[in-house]
């Protein structure tokens, strides 16, 4: 008897050990396609770090039904093609539930027409800002499942615009990236712009990847404009901008977003850039803001001032707190998740091991709760887009600071005047 007790004991242990090993084993993939490489590299490579940032708190804060976030990260090479080749993959094969990317919104957006909203698999992107995407959930041609941390064009060119007045460009010259992002960006500052009293005297387009821009920069100089407003990409806007330099344009510069970037600077040279002024997506701080700016270039090794490095980890946050409210990897349940994860009415939840794990607790209760991320708290709109405040910004001593803030409020009263 003691020997049959003995056996039945020693099996079930066995079968106890064996349970926890397999739930140590669970994995929750989601796909990534990022920009690691190409014009938009630098912003992809932060992006990928900050979601795996995100994804390992959850996993230290338990995981989602016991189950490690794992990435399966693809490079799209800042390319549409490639994106939507790296996308297909992992939403035949490999079965994700949800993509995050692109960065860029000529990446995202043949993902989202081609891909994911066909398959009806949520799509996150932490930085595609082009007003098409709205369109395209307005069309319904999203099936609803596409969000975005970042805010739209539509909004950061009327805050550009209102910014270069303030800043005394009176005329200017604009010279930028050929492509939805550039197009879109452009027509909403230029009309915003004019309103105010602008003139443009040059609108120049240029393709990505060129060896020189000096044809470019020679059209935009035309009209003897105050300043450049250069709508690029570091790689792409560091060499237009020495072009302009050395052909002698004005050393005044309005810079977009994504030219908020330490390398554009040194590529550059601090010594022509301390008339250079710029926008961005800004932050309503939290306490993840805080938590985020602390641990993320010891996690990452960049610096967390990387303008798609914060609103990524909330793309990462968001997703990861979908995937646990939704209880299954059922896209249409992350999909209803997602505003579920940013409830107004729920319990404030912010970054970081402890904060997930008791986000964690409250969802295996039913109770709702609301992710305060790093950019701030964030409410989706029915076609995925969020309101947000903008940073303004100028380089100083070789350095990006702030320079001021316009409130959503802001933003949207000086839209509303300016229709």
Same mark, same amino acid.
């Given at each position: 008897?003691r ?32 920009? +690691?490489? !190409? ?22 804060? !338990? !995981? ?20 939507? *080749? ?21 990446v ?34 999203? =099936? ?27 005329k ?11 197009v %879109? ?24 990847k060129?060896?020189?821009?000096? =044809? ?13 407003? +250069? ?14 330099? =050395? ?5 005044k510069?309005?810079?977009?977003? !994504?030219?908020?970037?330490?390398d ?9 850039? $301390? ?5 961005? =997506?800004? /932050?309503?701080?939290?306490?993840? /803001? ?15 001032? %990387?303008?798609?490095? *914060? ?7 968001i ?10 990897? %059922?896209?249409? $349940?992350i ?28 969802? $295996? ?44 409020? *802001? ?9």
């Amino acid at each position: 008897m003691r020997k049959t007790i003995l056996q039945l004991t020693t099996a079930l242990a066995l079968v106890t050990m064996a349970g926890a090993a397999q739930a140590a084993d669970c994995k929750i993939t989601v796909g990534l396609v990022m920009e +690691l490489t !190409g014009p938009a590299g630098e912003y992809g490579q932060a992006g990928a770090k900050s979601v795996e940032m995100a994804f390992r708190d959850i996993n230290q804060a !338990g !995981g989602v039904r016991g189950c490690d976030l794992v990435t399966d990260t693809r490079d799209s090479q800042s390319q549409g093609n490639i994106a939507v *080749d790296a996308a297909t993959q992992l939403v035949q094969v490999k079965k994700v539930p949800v993509i995050i990317g692109g960065i860029i919104s000529s990446v995202s957006i043949p993902i989202l027409t081609s891909v994911t909203a066909p398959a009806k698999i949520v799509q996150v992107s932490p930085a595609s800002s082009s007003p098409t995407l709205t369109t395209l959930g307005r069309d319904g041609k999203t =099936s609803g499942i596409f969000f975005r941390t970042i805010t739209s064009d539509a909004l950061q060119g009327v805050a550009a615009a209102k910014y270069a007045v303030d800043k005394g460009f009176k005329k200017l010259a604009i010279i930028h990236v050929n492509n939805d992002f550039g197009v %879109n960006m452009v027509a909403e500052f230029s009309r915003a712009y004019k309103a105010l009293g602008g003139t443009i005297v040059s609108d120049t387009p240029y393709n990505e990847k060129q060896s020189s821009y000096a =044809s470019e920069v020679t059209a935009a100089m035309g009209g003897e404009p105050d300043g450049l407003y +250069l709508v690029s990409t570091p790689v792409d806007g560091a060499t237009i901008a020495r072009t302009w330099v =050395s052909q002698g344009g004005v050393q005044k510069f309005l810079l977009n977003d !994504g030219m908020n970037s330490p390398d554009f600077i040194e590529s550059v040279g601090a010594d022509y850039l $301390k008339d250079a002024y710029g926008t961005s =997506s800004g /932050t309503s701080p939290t306490a993840s /803001t805080e938590y985020f700016t602390k641990n993320y270039k010891a996690f990452s090794g960049i610096e967390p001032s %990387n303008p798609a490095a *914060d609103r990524s980890y909330d793309a990462g946050a968001i997703v990861g707190l979908a995937i646990a409210i939704a209880g299954s990897e %059922n896209p249409a $349940k992350i999909k209803d998740a997602m505003y579920k994860a940013v409830d107004p009415a729920g319990t404030p939840i912010y970054a970081g091991k402890e904060e997930f794990a008791k986000a964690l607790g409250l969802i $295996k209760d039913g109770k709702p709760i609301r992710y305060e991320g790093v950019i701030g708290p964030v409410v989706f709109d029915k076609f995925g887009d969020i309101t947000g405040p903008f940073r303004l910004w100028k380089i100083a001593d070789g350095k990006v600071t702030t320079d001021g803030e316009m409130t959503t409020d *802001d933003v949207n009263a000086l839209q509303a005047k300016l229709q």
